[in-house]
């Protein structure tokens, strides 16, 4: 089925109708009859809508709206063509790890059916169908869920929660900042990849170490190795090295860039010439 996705084409054949047929799938051998509206046509509503997967299911809409941040956080996500729609199942959990959700275009349509059956005669059925909107774009949650980080003491064979001693929920004052608790870190990155992906400890195809590729966006199973400009220098090595590498300097031609940054040269320099005298 062929439908026009230009917003123009649309609002000039506002009247554009659809055939539909719908039919209902039965375990009895047996033919039945039509359902009366079962087939119609039905206008197409010149209205553009935004489909999210859920993964879950959904009981509440209020909470299942506010694990996604709410209306606003949807709208601002969604005004950004780049920006990936987060999920947290925990949103009062600031150490929650969020499900990012991919953005797709799509041409899907809102299906609305309404089925009435008369009660004094159950085979008299009726069905009305109505079109609410295009789906234009749908946001999947296709990464795992896996990674979260609970802020737990499990020292003793007990699980001991820190939030209370952690989490700053009102003014407090020096006693709350003193009082000694456990060590809690929790790490800054769970994974490169939030996608499952068969690893096999093989070279990455699409990446090669001798030639980086210069595209910014693209993330590979294998970090690309970062090119340092330090010298390793021992205790035991009769000299110490005057200068640096020549890649550091062109480097640091590279970066520095503001007036601090040139002052901080200078008064290094300063630093060296003394100590070397």
């Known amino acids: ?25 039965t375990l009895s051998p047996q033919a039945e009859e039509a359902v009366p509206g079962s087939s119609s046509s039905v206008e197409l509503q010149d209205q553009r809508l935004v489909c999210v997967e859920y993964p ?10 506010e694990t996604l941040g709410g209306e606003r ?3 601002k996500t969604f005004a950004h063509p ?7 199942f ?20 809102v299906l609305r059916v309404r089925r009435r059956v ?10 009305h169908m109505d079109i609410l909107g295009v789906i234009a774009t749908t946001y999947k949650f296709q990464g795992m869920a896996d990674f979260q980080c609970l802020a737990v003491d499990s020292e003793g064979g007990k699980d001991t929660s820190l939030y209370d001693k952690i989490i700053l929920r009102k003014p407090e004052n020096q006693h709350f900042f003193e009082k000694p608790i456990p060590l809690f870190i929790p790490p800054a990155s769970f994974s490169r990849l939030d996608t499952p992906v068969d690893y096999y400890f093989r070279p990455d195809v699409n990446q090669n170490i001798a030639q980086p590729m210069n595209k910014s966006n693209f993330i590979g199973l294998n970090r690309a190795r970062r090119p340092h400009n330090a ?22 031609k590279r970066v520095c860039v503001k007036e601090s940054d040139k002052q901080a040269e200078e008064h290094l320099r300063q630093v060296c010439v003394l100590l070397q005298s």
């Not at 390793?232 to 000299?239: E, K, L, W």
């Not at 005057?242 to 640091?252: S, T, V």
Request: charged share 30%; net charge negative.
């Open 73 to 75: 956080a949807v709208s």
């Open 90 to 109: 925990r949103p009062q959990d600031p150490f929650c790890h969020s499900l990012c959700g991919n953005r797709y275009p799509s041409s899907n349509l």
């Open 56 to 65: 879950a299911v959904v009981s509440s809409s209020d909470r299942m709206l």
């Open 82 to 88: 780049n920006r990936r729609l987060e999920l947290r």
């Open 231 to 252: 010298i390793f220098f021992s205790f035991n090595d009769p000299t110490v090295p005057g200068e640096c590498l020549e890649a550091a300097k062109l480097n640091w």
């Open 1 to 25: 089925m062929d439908i026009p996705t230009d917003s123009s084409t649309m609002s000039e054949n506002k009247e554009l109708k659809l055939d539909f047929i719908l039919k209902e799938l």
């Open 118 to 127: 008369r009660k004094k005669d159950p085979k008299d059925v009726e069905i």
